[in-house]
């Protein structure tokens, strides 16, 4: 790939390897290197720009003016040249990163060899073109007073790794001309060093011919993002403060020049994109890169933990692309990776501008998969239509940044389903929502959490986070099984905040207490949480706990218990069935409880259809 900098500054050294010598590194311009690499970045910047025009003008404008085969092909056409583009400026950052990054280092050394000839001179010795260092006579000898014999020491590039001599010259000056010497020797080592390694990044940093960007090309660019940011790793990367507050986050990239954060998210895309306390915006276009990243990668394996995940993030890829349909609010990539069970952070509606900001955390057996791509996402799209009917503007979002517990046979493991998942994933669901909280500029948002099933066990741990979720003013559960506490005050936000959907047909807001049946034997043999509900039920059909504490739906819980459809019998024809656990957040299956939630995500709670506890 040649641009800017002629072959890209393959070498600022010219690939001199071991004939270096420190007058070559004290006269590298490492100001050439910065210039070639402000025209890289230039050069991506534009491609940035022409990306944007494409998906937010061109593209837009045919589709509204034009119909047909013809205009379907041209919008084809288009999306691969915004691909091309979005390529063109991933490596440009790359390079770009790259080139500001051997400068860095070589100045660093430039500077050690500087300051030991500057010593040099001080005390009249001379440094030779192979590095030893001449010393003149000194001290007296004890013998006759006279000085004693200067001397040339030959510097060693690792001293601390030198084997003693045992023998110590006695002018005073031998001392201080090997340590001279051992600088120059260690500055030009390491700059050698230093120039190889980036030679060998650099070369790799190159486009295929053609005009297409196939899925390979995406692999290769997500080895060279990997071999820059090894490379790169003491220029950019101990600057991410990952240990700081999200206020602290989000002042740390207020301060940095645009150079700076242009850099940051070419070459760390992903963890600047999954850096609570960052603005939205600024994660959705770090994320939308990354995305790219991470299905080259994934895209190189073939193992069934690949393959499903590349499945969603080919289906979440599609949807960001996709022209919104008329009332559908746009899509925020917030958060995206393949770690555990998978990542991702989807908002429809922009949570740093929006009124109302509602999130919803889903549970058992969410996983990066194509069915979380199409339903879970969908979830929060419903959510965020209903809100925004309301009035002022609200930004739906769903959470998947934790690993919820896993289950092979649908929802049978409640029943050995622990609260570490959810204590770990409460832990990292506050912090997203104290990002939220710092970032949105409306001064006094409205904030809704929403947990659903195992999720709402994640949501109350949360919740009992010192200080509560940051920012949350009201807490919706449906179909839980529990949320860790026994009462609704225990929650941080008052009881008055707390609001519950229970259809009566759900069997997971019906689980006994573990203490109810010995039996992980009888759910076991007997079919799950089916047969914990009934036999559960029978063994105390008064008693309010659930499998995670006191029933949110119960009177003793103290919640708000709001109105939702009965779901599905749990035995009909084609034997026991769990959808009405899975229906709350159908607008058409259960309109009523996606009508209250939205509602309540929209601050008009007062407006709530209420229905009695249990």
């Known amino acids: 790939m040649s641009g800017p900098g002629g072959s890209g500054g393959l070498s600022a050294l010219g690939a001199l390897g071991a004939t270096l010598t420190w007058a070559k590194l004290r006269e590298v311009k490492c100001a050439e290197l910065e210039e070639a690499a402000d025209g890289w970045g230039r050069a991506g910047n534009r491609a940035d720009a022409a990306r944007n025009r494409i998906d937010t003008q061109l593209v837009d404008d045919l589709r509204r003016t034009q119909k047909g085969e013809a205009a379907r092909a041209a919008v084809r056409r288009l999306r691969r040249l915004s691909m091309n583009f979005q390529y063109i400026y991933t490596e440009c950052g790359l390079l770009r990163t790259t080139l500001n990054s051997l400068a860095h280092e070589l100045k660093a050394q430039q500077r050690v060899l500087q300051g030991a000839l500057d010593d040099a001179a001080a005390l009249k010795f001379t440094v030779h073109p192979d590095g030893s260092v001449t010393y003149p006579a000194a001290?007296?000898?004890?013998?006759?007073?006279?000085?004693?014999?200067g001397g040339r020491a030959s510097g060693v590039p690792n001293p601390g790794l030198a084997d003693p001599s045992g023998l110590v010259a006695p002018n005073p000056n031998a001392a201080k001309a090997q340590d001279i010497?051992?600088?120059?020797?260690?500055?030009?080592?390491t700059a050698a060093d230093v120039d190889w390694r980036y030679a060998k990044v650099l070369r790799a940093l190159k486009a295929e011919d053609g005009l297409s960007v196939p899925t390979a090309t995406w692999t290769d660019a997500a080895s060279d993002a990997a071999a820059v940011r090894q490379a790169a790793s003491g220029y950019l990367a101990q600057g991410i403060p990952h240990d700081a507050s999200p206020a602290e986050r989000k002042a740390w990239w207020a301060g940095l020049t645009d150079e700076q954060r242009e850099e940051y998210l070419a070459v760390y895309p992903d963890q600047i994109g999954n850096l609570d306390g960052i603005p939205a915006l600024v994660r959705d276009a770090a994320n939308r890169d990354n995305l790219q990243l991470l299905m080259g990668k994934l895209a190189g394996r073939d193992d069934e933990d690949a393959v499903t995940k590349l499945a969603a993030l080919r289906e979440i890829d599609r949807q960001l692309r996709a022209v919104r349909e008329p009332g559908e609010p746009p899509m925020y990539l917030l958060g995206i990776g393949d770690q555990g069970n998978?990542?991702?952070i989807v908002s429809y509606g922009n949570p740093d501008t929006s009124r109302n900001v509602a999130a919803y955390v889903p549970g058992l057996n969410t996983s990066l998969d194509e069915e979380f791509a199409r339903g879970d996402l969908g979830r929060a799209r419903d959510l965020a239509i209903a809100s925004n009917r309301h009035g002022e503007s609200t930004a739906a979002i769903t959470w998947l940044g934790y690993d919820a517990p896993q289950s092979p046979d649908g929802l049978g493991s409640l029943a050995v389903a622990g609260s570490a998942?959810?204590?770990?994933?409460?832990?990292?669901?506050?912090?997203?929502?104290?990002?939220?909280?710092?970032t949105n500029g409306q001064g006094d948002p409205h904030v809704t959490a929403i947990g659903h099933s195992y999720g709402s066990r994640t949501v109350g741990a949360a919740a009992q986070q010192d200080g509560g979720?940051?920012?949350?003013?009201?807490?919706?559960?449906?179909?839980?099984?529990?949320?860790?506490?026994?009462?609704?005050d225990e929650l941080g936000v008052g009881r008055d905040h707390v609001f519950v959907g229970a259809a009566s047909n759900d069997i997971v807001t019906k689980l006994p207490a573990k203490e109810q049946f010995a039996a992980g034997a009888v759910s076991t043999l007997t079919g799950g949480p089916a047969a914990a509900y009934l036999f559960g039920g029978l063994a105390d059909p008064g008693d309010d706990d659930v499998w995670f504490g006191r029933d949110p739906a119960s009177e003793s819980f103290g919640a708000r218990?709001?109105?939702?459809?009965?779901?599905?019998p749990l035995?009909?024809?084609?034997?026991?069935?769990?959808e009405a656990h899975s229906q709350y957040f159908d607008p058409v299956s259960d309109k009523t409880s996606v009508d209250?939630?939205?509602?309540?995500?929209?601050?008009?709670?007062h407006m709530v259809r209420l229905e009695e506890p249990r």
Not at 421 to 438: I, P, T, W
Not at 571 to 578: A, D, F, I, P, R
């Open 421 to 438: 998942r959810a204590e770990g994933g409460g832990r990292s669901f506050s912090e997203f929502m104290g990002g939220l909280a710092v």
């Open 469 to 488: 979720i940051p920012g949350v003013d009201d807490i919706v559960f449906v179909g839980s099984p529990g949320v860790g506490v026994d009462s609704a």
């Open 181 to 189: 010497a051992d600088r120059v020797a260690q500055a030009v080592r």
């Open 561 to 568: 218990r709001f109105e939702v459809g009965d779901g599905p």
């Open 596 to 605: 209250n939630m939205a509602l309540i995500a929209a601050g008009r709670s």
């Open 139 to 149: 001290g007296e000898g004890l013998v006759d007073g006279k000085p004693l014999a």
């Open 342 to 344: 998978g990542r991702a």
């Open 571 to 578: 035995v009909g024809l084609g034997g026991l069935s769990t």
